[in-house]
C-alpha cells in the first residue's frame, strides 16, 4: 500500500509501539486517526503532527469506546487501513493472576479487535483496496510461562486474523497479522525485564517494531514474525512441540522465581 495520503485508524496508539508507528505513518505522508486510552499522550502526538493526525481517547474495551471509534472513522471520511496495535498483558503465574486481570487481557486483546473489525469492515469494503493488521505477539504462536492468558488472547488473535484473511480473499479488503517478540515498552514489568536479561531474551525498541509495521504494510506481507530465533521457535513449536516443551522447562525456574518476585503494586 501507498502510505502517502492515506488514511490510517492506529489502536493502542499512546502505548510505546503505538506512538512510534503513529510518529512514522505521520512523517511517510499518512492522515492518521490515532486512537489510545491516554489523553494526554495523543494530545503530545498531536502537537507534533497537527496537520496529520486526530487523536480519539477511548476504553476499546468497553461498548462505549468501540461505538465511540467507529463513529470517529466515519467522521474521518472512512480509512484506507487500520492497525490493531491495543493490548494488555499481566506477567504472573495463573494462580497470581485475578478474574479481573484475566478478564481485562481477553477483553482487550481479544474481543475488542473482533468488534471493532466488523463495525469498521463496511468503511473498509468501500476502497478499491484496504487493509486491516493486527499486532499480535511471539507468544501467539509459542505459549509461554507466565503469559499463559495472554498467550491465549493472542492465539486467539492469530487465529481470528488467519480465518477473516480466507473470509474476505474474494474482496478489496487484505488482512495482516505481525507478530512482535519482547519490546520495550511500559506495558512489561521491570520483573519481566529483569527476568529477559536473566534468560538472555533480547527486547526490541518500539520504533524497531513500528518500522516493520509500516514495511508490512508496504508489503502487504500476510504474516510476518519478527526477530531470531524467535521466528525459529514459532516454526519449531508448530511442528515439533515437545521439543519446545522441553526447552522451556529449563527455564521454569527463572520463571517462577521472577514471577514470585514482581513487586505486589504491579500485579493486577
Not at 45 to 55: C, D, K, S, V
Request: aromatic content about 6%.
Amino acid at each position: 500500500m501507498e502510505l502517502n495520503g492515506s488514511r490510517v485508524l492506529v489502536t493502542g496508539a499512546s502505548g510505546g509501539i503505538g506512538d512510534a508507528l503513529v510518529g512514522q505513518l505521520c512523517t511517510a505522508g499518512a492522515q492518521v486517526l490515532a486512537v489510545g486510552r491516554d489523553a494526554d499522550k495523543l494530545a503530545a502526538a498531536q502537537g507534533r503532527f497537527p496537520h496529520a493526525l486526530r487523536a480519539l481517547a477511548a476504553d476499546l474495551a468497553t461498548p462505549a469506546g468501540v461505538d465511540a471509534v467507529a463513529a470517529a472513522a466515519r467522521d474521518f471520511g472512512g480509512v484506507d487501513c487500520v492497525v490493531q496495535a491495543a493490548g494488555l498483558n499481566r506477567f504472573g503465574l495463573v494462580e497470581q493472576q485475578d478474574d479481573e486481570a484475566i478478564a481485562a487481557q481477553v477483553a482487550l486483546n481479544l474481543v475488542a479487535p473482533m468488534l471493532l473489525t466488523r463495525r469498521l469492515l463496511p468503511l473498509l469494503r468501500e476502497r478499491p483496496r484496504a487493509l486491516l493488521l493486527f499486532v499480535g505477539s511471539t507468544f501467539g504462536a509459542i505459549g509461554y510461562p507466565g503469559f499463559a492468558p495472554y498467550s491465549a488472547t493472542k492465539f486467539g488473535l492469530r487465529g481470528f486474523a488467519e480465518a477473516l484473511r480466507r473470509e474476505l480473499a474474494d474482496g478489496p479488503v487484505r488482512v495482516l497479522y505481525l507478530a512482535p517478540r519482547a519490546t520495550r515498552t511500559a506495558m512489561n514489568a521491570g520483573a519481566v525485564v529483569e527476568m529477559n536479561r536473566a534468560l538472555g531474551v533480547a527486547m526490541d525498541p518500539p520504533a524497531q517494531v513500528a518500522a516493520a509495521i509500516v514495511q508490512a504494510l508496504r508489503d502487504e506481507s500476510p504474516e510476518r514474525h519478527l526477530g531470531w530465533p524467535e521466528r525459529f521457535f514459532a516454526r519449531l513449536n508448530r511442528l515439533l512441540p515437545r521439543v519446545v516443551d522441553r526447552a522451556l522447562r529449563g527455564q521454569l525456574a527463572t520463571i517462577q522465581r521472577f514471577a514470585h518476585s514482581e513487586p505486589e503494586e504491579n500485579r493486577p
